[in-house]
């Protein structure tokens, strides 16, 4: 292994969803800092490594991160993990990442679980455009104020959520969102991994009605539906627009006022056009 940092994922639940190229990293490495080190010395004993490891996590990263990049700067071979699954999402580490870039240090990363990709695949919703939001504020005004800002986001949706907060941010989603459908993702990966579907609404009352669940939680929301056009609205703008405009101005004046696509004002304002030439 070359000298630099080693951004390592791990699994987020199955330990055989290791892979081959982490457990040479975790191998070869002088050093595993660790989001906690008694969950990745679990992780190490399963595959027998015996390696140095100390915590790098929220709290200690102010102490930690200068001597951690003095050791990168003199060439050793540092692998970063969390908890589970791939560092720096919803987890510690992007400030190591980015002091040990502008520092000229090699910054690797190696591939490997990821709760929301896992949850997306599984989830039966759009995928070709998705938005990851992490957890959501546990103040509810704060978590409401979040939500405002990305109820107009033309994508899936994808959150972590605590357990004791879940009911209360499904509640404040339908609410704000309306009727969208969604996914709880619960253990991914693991014994009792469970996939609930339904709308926001339904999986709120649902899960205010229950005992808490367990485990770690993933939150998979589709996008907002396509607007309903009222074209009568469009066809009478359109008329008045006509008489004294240009098509293209028309269309462009219409669109706009009512949010309507512009490509099908333009083809109704052409056949209006045509209909009017052709009566003349």
């Not at 104020?145 to 209360?168: D, H």
Request: hydrophobic share 45%.
């Amino acid at each position: 292994m070359a000298p630099g940092l080693y951004v390592t994922s791990t699994p987020i639940g199955n330990a055989r969803d290791m892979t081959l190229r982490a457990l040479d990293v975790l191998e070869g490495a002088d050093l595993i800092a660790a989001e906690d080190t008694r969950v990745t010395a679990k992780l190490l004993a399963i595959y027998a490594i015996a390696k140095p490891v100390i915590a790098y996590n929220d709290h200690n990263a102010p102490q930690e991160r200068p001597r951690l990049l003095r050791r990168l700067r003199d060439g050793a071979r540092i692998a970063l993990v969390s908890d589970a699954g791939t560092p720096l999402v919803s987890d510690p580490g992007f400030k190591l990442v980015r002091e040990a870039l502008a520092a000229g240090i090699a910054v690797h990363a190696i591939p490997g679980a990821s709760a929301p990709l896992t949850a997306l695949a599984l989830a039966g919703l759009p995928t070709d455009r998705f938005f990851f939001a992490g957890f959501l504020p546990s103040k509810a005004g704060e978590r409401r104020s979040i939500l405002e800002e990305l109820k107009s986001v033309r994508t899936t949706l994808i959150f972590f959520e605590a357990p004791q907060r879940l009911a209360e941010s499904l509640t404040d989603m339908a609410a704000i969102f309306g009727a969208r459908p969604a996914v709880v993702a619960r253990e991914l990966t693991k014994l009792h991994e469970e996939a609930r579907r339904g709308d926001l609404a339904a999986l709120a009352h649902a899960y205010a009605d229950e005992a808490q669940p367990k485990g770690e939680i993933t939150l998979v929301v589709g996008p907002p539906g396509e607007k309903e056009v009222d074209f009568s609205r469009v066809d009478s703008a359109l008329d008045r627009a006509l008489a004294f405009m240009p098509v293209r101005a028309a269309v462009d004046l219409v669109a706009e006022m009512l949010s309507a696509p512009r490509r099908e004002v333009y083809a109704r304002a052409l056949a209006k056009k045509n209909d009017g030439e052709g009566t003349s």
